[in-house]
Structure formats: structure tokens, C-alpha cells
């Protein structure tokens, strides 16, 4: 299984980004997806997952909605009302249990980051 996240960038406080994960090999549906953060100096953090439901971390809750396509193996973070402190390396990563997981060691595939900046 290979993850590859894109769609971060530089975005004002108030504004919105999409990430998107693709998801290579198989049994793709069989998996939880769930997306992280890692701020400078801090621990990675929950950010959302999805399995046939969704969990969010209470922060992004009414912000951020994740979704997934199973037909072409991807998983996407829309964020709107973004805040600064939304600062970070977001990381998609995938779980074959498929059961939905906010703990970072449950994930056993991780994608290589992409840097999501929102200035104030």
C-alpha cells in the first residue's frame, strides 16, 4: 500500500483547502482512512477518519468534512474556516481493520505529508 496526500498550501485565516490521499492496492474499501496534523514541537493529532462512518477530533468538528470515493481509491479532507492554528503536516494514513481509530499507532500505512499553512 502506497499513500500519496496533496492539495496544501498557503491560505489567510477564513479560507478553506481541499487535501486528497490516493490510495494504491488493494482492498482499498476494506480500510479506515483517517488524516492527522503534526504542528512544530507537538505530538501528531487525530484529525478525522472514515470507515462507513466518520469521527472527527472536537477542533474541526463543523470545519472539516472528510469523504471517500471508493471508486478511484482516494480519501479528501475539504477544510473551511481555517484558523492559524491549523498550522501543520497533514497526513493521510490507512488502517486494514477498517475500524474507525483516532490513535496514530493503529495506522499501519502513512502517506508523506503535506503542508497546510494558514496565516493570520
Known amino acids: 500500500v502506497q499513500l500519496q496526500a496533496s492539495g496544501g498550501g498557503l491560505v489567510q485565516a477564513g479560507g478553506s483547502l481541499r487535501l486528497s490521499c490516493v490510495f494504491s492496492?488493494?482492498?482499498?474499501?476494506?480500510?479506515?482512512m483517517g488524516w492527522f496534523r503534526q504542528a512544530p514541537g507537538k505530538e501528531r493529532e487525530f484529525v478525522a477518519a472514515?470507515?462507513?462512518?466518520?469521527s472527527y477530533a472536537d477542533f474541526v468538528k463543523g470545519r472539516f468534512t472528510i469523504s471517500r470515493d471508493n471508486a478511484s481509491n482516494t480519501v479528501a479532507l475539504q477544510m473551511n474556516s481555517l484558523k492559524p492554528e491549523d498550522t501543520a503536516v497533514y497526513y493521510c494514513a490507512a488502517d486494514y481493520s477498517g475500524v474507525l481509530r483516532e490513535k496514530p499507532w493503529f495506522y499501519s500505512y502513512w502517506g508523506q505529508g503535506t503542508q497546510v499553512t494558514v496565516s493570520s
Open positions: 492496492g488493494r482492498s482499498f474499501v476494506s480500510y479506515a
Open positions: 472514515i470507515s462507513r462512518s466518520t
